[in-house]
């Protein structure tokens, strides 16, 4: 199973069994978030694994999972920094269930980290052998439907329809699905939904969720053979959505 393949199959898992694993398994997650892509290589990234077998490590926070580890994800707080987080967060869930592991976001938690100056926590990760099934059907997925999703401008090719169902499929916080297409032929334009109330919390975890997305976009581009470009055109950054905001066009060649 490789990434791509790991989007229909993966499912939020919150309970686990309390097994160990191998030392090797845990240096291989972690050399895969150090060469795993980026939306900004100019932000620098560190992961780190927080052994919980024992049950010794406390998180802060409202989101809490008892995992036997805890994967924290901190970042240079830069601009940007919660998307390029998303990003890079989206591949390594999906990376543990091509290696048989359940995982689950804890967006509301903290590990408290020290951290250099200048550097933040983006997101803590649960994760280990799931107690339980691991994979789901994709139709039992819970999301809208891309005729939710997505305003058709023209008809799309193929490669776009299995790009945007790849993207149908993205997690986000609380399932909200916060974002939406105006569709093209061989391009289409995403927009991220406003959240009802401006709160900065939620800003950060949208910013996040539409790095989850775009991993997804990327990871089908990728395996159609595809080159995703990423374009923020003037024209559309410059309007006054009512209920969104612009992010940018992604082409395909």
């Known amino acids: 199973m490789n990434l791509y393949e790991a989007?229909?199959?993966?499912?939020?898992?919150?309970?686990?069994?309390?097994?160990?694993?191998?030392?090797?398994?845990?240096?291989?997650?972690?050399?895969?978030?150090?060469?795993?892509?980026?939306?900004?290589y100019e932000i620098e990234t560190k992961a780190e694994i927080l052994d919980n077998t024992e049950k010794k490590v406390k998180l802060k926070g409202l989101w809490k999972v008892d995992a036997p580890y805890y994967l924290v994800l901190s970042s240079q707080d830069k601009k940007g920094c919660e998307r390029n987080g998303g990003y890079l967060a989206e591949q390594v869930v999906l990376y543990l269930t091509a290696k048989g592991l359940g995982s689950c976001y804890l967006g509301g938690s903290r590990a408290d980290m020290l951290l250099p100056k200048g550097w933040k926590e983006i997101i803590v990760i649960a994760f280990g052998y799931a107690?339980?099934?691991?994979?789901?059907?994709?139709?039992?997925a819970k999301r809208l439907s891309l005729k939710e999703l997505c305003i058709f401008k023209e008809e799309p090719s193929e490669n776009v329809k299995t790009i945007l169902k790849a993207a149908r499929l993205a997690p986000s916080s609380m399932n909200t699905q916060p974002w939406r297409f105006i569709v093209y032929k061989d391009r289409f334009c995403l927009f991220s939904c406003r959240d009802r109330i401006p709160v900065p919390m939620l800003s950060s975890m949208r910013e996040f969720n539409i790095g989850i997305v775009l991993a997804h976009i990327m990871l089908a581009a990728e395996e159609l053979w595809l080159r995703m470009g990423f374009e923020v055109e003037d024209a559309l950054s410059r309007k006054v959505y009512k209920n969104g905001d612009y992010v940018g066009t992604i082409t395909l060649q």
């Open 131 to 140: 107690q339980g099934v691991l994979l789901r059907e994709v139709s039992r």
């Open 7 to 40: 989007i229909s199959g993966r499912k939020s898992v919150r309970k686990f069994t309390e097994a160990s694993l191998p030392q090797k398994m845990l240096d291989q997650i972690l050399a895969f978030c150090r060469k795993a892509a980026l939306l900004d």
